[in-house]
């Protein structure tokens, strides 16, 4: 086993963000490193300059549990910084924090999340107009490649196109040893995290429905065939799986594009996780690309999550779609910039010859056309 220390992309802009009087939400899915980045930033403070809490011990809730601000100056006595991991699991946390920037103006606070889901409601509302929320993903290439070469990197790219890009993977040289850690991520947390909220009790619904979106990535995915196949699970509890399952960040939805052509499909939408590792744990498949029939899949993935940890670290505001036409002409990955569109073909064989489709560059004559393969891609992902 191997470690090193990645310095992860929003340090900087989680150090700007700390402010009195001020609440900074850092969210992510457990286990992506949220809190060995604010070990990190806490590790340039001196030791009395802050006060660490863990809303997942017992002791923290008893501590937070008489709200007044007398009871919060005591706990906090000279530090200026509270600091809250699982900040959701503290019972009425919003409105906690909310009396201590409240009435302690020169306190700052960072909570962290593992749900926006929890997040949104235990702390959202109680903390409008006084939180900034920062998302941390599982590691981007981006802050990878200061700590290997060109050649590292792209030997490297099978295995996080089967593996993904959770940071403690990077302590594992043993094949067998990344897959047992994303099956215990799989089935430790992230089912734990489901199963807590009130209604949720069919977790094998809830894995079946995983499996199905695992099959169909870069695939338009129909709720109601979703429905269908899980059978007796209705269409509204499938979307409010999904839902769920979107916010606590193992999958996100990607909608199509359309300026309004009439060949072009809106209503439906592909479906993508968050990380590689994740989905191939899910079908518990972790053989080598020349032994699977999904390497195109699994490109088309990494890409697209590389991509929204690139944009959402570099601050771009991109509106993200596909576009596919009734007589099935389709581009994977459509952004659109301040009213720029480009367009993005994805391609693991680096020799196929792709060409824009006709409707595309008929309809949308200035918009750029890119391929993206095996040989380009880290341009692409900011690598």
């Known amino acids: 086993m191997s470690q090193i220390t990645i310095r992860r992309a929003v340090f900087d802009s989680l150090s700007r963000a700390i402010k009195p009087a001020k609440v900074l939400i850092l969210l992510g899915a457990r286990r992506v490193g949220k809190s060995e980045l604010i ?35 005591r706990l906090l006595g000279t530090c200026k910084l509270l600091v809250i991991d699982e900040a959701q699991k503290v019972p009425d946390i919003g409105m906690k924090l909310k009396l201590i920037v409240d009435e302690m103006k020169d306190v700052s606070v960072i909570a962290t ?43 490297k790219l099978e295995d996080r196109l089967i593996f993904g890009s959770y940071p ?22 992230l089912l734990k995290d489901i199963l807590a909220y009130q209604g949720i009790r069919k977790s094998n619904k809830i894995m079946d429905l995983l499996r199905l979106l695992a099959f169909q ?82 490109f088309e993935n990494y890409l697209m999550s590389e991509r929204m940890k690139y944009n959402g670290y570099a601050k771009r505001r991109v509106n993200t779609y596909f576009w596919r036409t009734y007589d099935q002409q389709e581009i994977d990955l459509i952004e659109e910039e301040a009213g720029v569109l480009s367009a993005f073909e994805f391609k693991w064989n680096s020799n196929r010859k792709v060409k824009v489709p006709g409707a595309w560059k008929k309809a949308y004559p200035e918009a750029s056309f890119n391929i993206i393969h095996s040989d380009n891609y880290l341009d692409f992902i900011g690598g």
């Open 217 to 298: 990535v870069g695939n338009e995915v129909s709720i109601d065939e979703l429905a269908v196949n899980l059978k007796g699970v209705t269409r509204n509890t499938v979307e409010s799986y999904l839902d769920l399952l979107s916010k606590v960040f193992i999958i996100y939805n990607v909608r199509g594009f359309s300026k309004n052509l009439r060949k072009e499909i809106t209503k439906s939408s592909r479906w993508y996780f968050y990380d590689n590792g994740i989905r191939n744990a899910i079908i518990r498949n972790f053989s080598t690309l020349n032994m699977r029939t999904d390497t195109g899949a699994l």
């Open 113 to 155: 999340g593992s749900s926006m889901f929890d997040l949104s409601n235990t702390l959202g509302e109680p903390l409008v107009g006084r939180e900034t929320t920062i998302l941390l993903y599982p590691l981007a290439q981006m802050e990878l490649k200061a700590h290997e070469s060109y050649l590292e990197t792209n030997g």
């Open 168 to 189: 403690e993977l990077e302590q594992y040289d043993d094949w067998n040893d990344k897959a047992d850690y994303l099956e215990q991520i799989v089935n430790s947390y």
């Open 39 to 73: 070990h990190s930033y806490l590790n340039t403070l001196q030791p009395n300059a802050y006060f660490l809490l863990n809303g997942e011990d017992q002791k923290t809730i008893d501590l937070m549990a008489y709200r007044s601000v007398e009871n919060y100056k």
